[in-house]
């Protein structure tokens, strides 16, 4: 992993005057709904907050909050992700990207509000509002720290973040050890800025090439508070080409890929028998389903049940 040490860039008049400017700009719009609920951005108005709180503390697994993002045509990829890392104790959030056209985006939320399940538990969002994004560039990062800022926004009682593709499938069911990604206090030092490090790394990331593989790991490893909090493990199976186009996983790579110890694969293309592979194997995922677990034999919230949060 590469560690960019660049403290001494950012000293002087002109990059305190640029990390200004920027940080209006990031979250502007995030402190403008603050103050007014009425001007939220487009449909964050819409988004419901979970109808029951889990309980947490000891003999309760961590709270995960999932961002799936996706482009056009990947719709139903990104539901039937979602079906296989639903869990009720969880909190996700959906979004397509300008790729993808207005029907795409309004069919997907129609989709989620069809799901009765989804719909009985209350948290699963999808954001109506759609940017450009580049790999390559700046606004995948910005991207990412705009959808922790709104799973905060939504609720802050989860523990971990979770960034997934459309492409990605997951390895295990919600009922293992989910001990992944970035923590919830750390997206909060990243967003809420507290310290100038993030906000400084950010201007400085804007202009190197994909910043979202190495901008998390140089603030987290140049902050004093999270320094030794990594591993160096992203917990997701994945090939490195040679050349820039993605290697996509198929039924030959099965064995290799369930024999691991990831959580994830990707990228996998939509309708792959590799997917029913898992599903059959792995999941215990029925055809259209949600992954069963501990909480598939509750009867809702309105029953009481624990069981339904574990």
Known sequence: MRISKVYSWFYGYYPWMVVFATTLVLFGSLSKSNNNQDEVPLKASKFQKPLRLPNKGYGYPPVLAYWISGSKGDSNKMVRLLKAIYHPRNQYLLQLDSGSSDYE??????LIESETVLQTFGNVNVEGKSYAVNKMGSSALAATLHAAALLLKINSDWDWFIPLSASSYPLMNQDGSPWVILSRSFMEFCIYGWDNIPRKLLMYFTNVAYPLETYFHTVICN????????LSNDLRYDIIPKSPKPKILNTSKYGEIVAGESVFAQPIQEDDPLLNMIDEDVLHRMP???????????QGINQGEDLCYR
């Open 223 to 230: 902050s004093f508070e999270f320094q030794n909090t990594t």
């Open 105 to 110: 985006r309004e069919n997907l939320g129609f």
């Open 288 to 298: 259209d389903n949600f992954v069963p677990g501990s909480w598939s034999s509750c």
